[in-house]
């Protein structure tokens, strides 16, 4: 009986002590502060250039009369397609046919007298100075004919190529001048462009090729998909800006009209750089420029300061002071400081 009442406090005292201990332990993983953390991602990020334009036909030309006179007809309406070689307009042509007989009578004349000179200079009758006259007035009047010919041809115009009528700059009874735009034809057998204007900061920055979106008003919800295809190489003098050309993929269904203004963004390889992106909520004590943030090494928050480079919807870019796949507190910030434990938890 006695080596039995010292052996059971033994036992109690070692049953106390294991009991002890593992409160101990316990309490000291209860006192982690519980927090969220996400991992600062490395991303290529591109940043557009903005501008805006409007949209046109690749090829848009003025079309006019070679000669004046008085607008006799014009067959098509604002916004009528067109098929190549079809008649648009035509001048009153009675005074131009009249020029063209006169010049058809002048060479007659021209070649009879030639005709008579040259079989009166076989006999001796006429000199070698009139015959090359004669020759020479017959010549003259062929070119004359010619040019009266070519100048009816284009007292009328026609379609260029298949396209569209955007506006009609004159109407019928109107007296044109020579070479004054009657109608404005946009050819569809090209694509549509936007043409903008950038500084010489964004110029140099782009280049043939570069992909680019275009939104127009007429469908806010539809991004239009471009590609740079010219870049101009002198500066506008009154504006000392560079002329952009940007071919535009139409979208099914989706009508486009010569005329639409477009935003663009361009997005551009020499604009794509490297950077740390740090998710917004790991922020704390932050302003335009700067901020902080906690990294959990070893299960111990270090507050750390940051310099942004941008800051995006949800994320904040910088260039430099974190690394990739490292952890920072997103929730929880406001229990713990600088040294304090953490515990991550999902």
């Known amino acids: 009986m006695k080596y039995k009442y010292i052996f ?131 010549e003259v009047a062929k070119s004359n004919l010619e040019i009266a010919s070519f100048n009816l041809k284009y007292s009328t115009i026609a379609a260029p190529s298949q396209g569209k009528i955007l506006r009609r700059l004159m109407e019928e009874n109107e007296v044109a001048g020579s070479g004054i735009p009657v109608i404005l034809f946009a050819s569809t057998d090209d694509q549509w462009v936007v043409r903008i204007n950038l500084t010489d900061k964004d110029i140099i920055n782009i280049s043939p090729g570069d992909s680019a979106l275009v939104k127009f008003d007429a469908y806010q919800d539809t991004d239009f998909k471009a590609t ?27 009508k486009l009209i010569s005329g639409f203004i477009a935003k663009v963004d361009i997005y551009s390889a020499y604009l794509t750089k490297k950077y740390m992106s740090v998710p917004i909520d790991a922020l704390t004590d932050y302003n335009e420029e700067s901020g902080y943030v906690y990294e959990i090494q070893d299960s111990i928050a270090i507050r750390k300061r940051i310099e942004f480079s941008k800051i995006l919807n949800d994320e904040v870019l910088i260039n430099y002071g974190l690394l990739p796949g490292t952890k920072l507190v997103t929730q929880g910030i406001n229990y713990i400081n600088d040294s304090t434990k953490v515990v991550i938890v999902d």
């Open 8 to 138: 059971i406090p033994a036992l109690l005292m070692i049953i106390v002590s294991c009991e002890n201990r593992s409160k101990k332990e316990s309490g000291t993983r209860e006192d982690l502060i519980k927090v969220k953390a996400a991992e600062v991602v490395e991303k290529n990020i591109v940043f557009p250039i903005h501008s805006s334009g409007k949209l046109s036909a690749k090829i848009e030309q003025k079309l006019s009369f070679k000669t004046g006179g008085i607008i006799n007809k014009i067959y098509v309406d604002e916004g009528q397609s067109v098929r190549k070689g079809q008649l648009l307009a035509e001048l009153n042509l009675s005074e131009i046919k009249a020029r063209v007989n006169l010049a058809e009578q002048a060479l007659g004349k021209a070649e009879r007298d030639f005709n008579r000179a040259r079989s009166l200079f076989k006999d001796s009758v006429v000199t070698l100075e009139q015959l090359q006259n004669a020759e020479t007035a017959t």
């Open 228 to 254: 740079v295809t010219e870049i101009g190489k002198a500066a506008d003098p009154y504006t000392g800006t560079y002329e952009v050309e940007l071919t535009v993929k139409p979208v099914k269904n989706k």
